[in-house]
C-alpha cells in the first residue's frame, strides 16, 4: 500500500463514508481546503456581512442577527476533491487514510 505523500498536489476520492462525527467533519474540512471551494466560501462570506446579517431590536437595543454559514461541500462516497498537501494537514489525511483513496497529480 503506498502512502500519502507529505507535499504536493494529490487529488482524493471518498470510498466510503465514516461513521464517527469527527472523521466525517475531518473529512468535510478537508474538502473546504480545495482552490474552488475556498473562492465560493469566501463570495459567500462578503455577501453574508454585507447584504444577510440583519440589525433588529431587541430589549430597546440593536441586535445583529447573524445568517449562518453555508454548507458547501457534501461528504459521500465518490465525491473528489484536489488540494495542496502540507505537513500541517498530515496528520489530519493519516487519521481519515482508511476512507480515501488519493492519486498524485504529476
Given at each position: 500500500m503506498s502512502t500519502i505523500p507529505s507535499t504536493g498536489t494529490?487529488?482524493?476520492?471518498?470510498k466510503s463514508v465514516p461513521q464517527t462525527d469527527g472523521?466525517?467533519?475531518?473529512?468535510e474540512r478537508l474538502m473546504r481546503l480545495e482552490r474552488g471551494a475556498?473562492?465560493?466560501l469566501k463570495k459567500l462570506q462578503h455577501k453574508r456581512v454585507t447584504q444577510?446579517?440583519?440589525?433588529r431590536p431587541r430589549a430597546g437595543r440593536e441586535w445583529?442577527?447573524?445568517?449562518?454559514?453555508?454548507?458547501l461541500v457534501r461528504v459521500a462516497a465518490g465525491q473528489s476533491f484536489t488540494i495542496q498537501v502540507t505537513p500541517?494537514?498530515?496528520?489530519?489525511?493519516?487519521?481519515?487514510?482508511?476512507?480515501l483513496d488519493f492519486k498524485s497529480a504529476k
Open positions: 494529490v487529488t482524493f476520492t471518498i472523521g466525517f467533519r475531518t473529512i475556498q473562492r465560493i444577510l446579517n440583519e440589525w445583529l442577527v447573524r445568517a449562518r454559514c453555508t454548507r500541517q494537514i498530515s496528520k489530519d489525511l493519516a487519521s481519515v487514510a482508511k476512507y
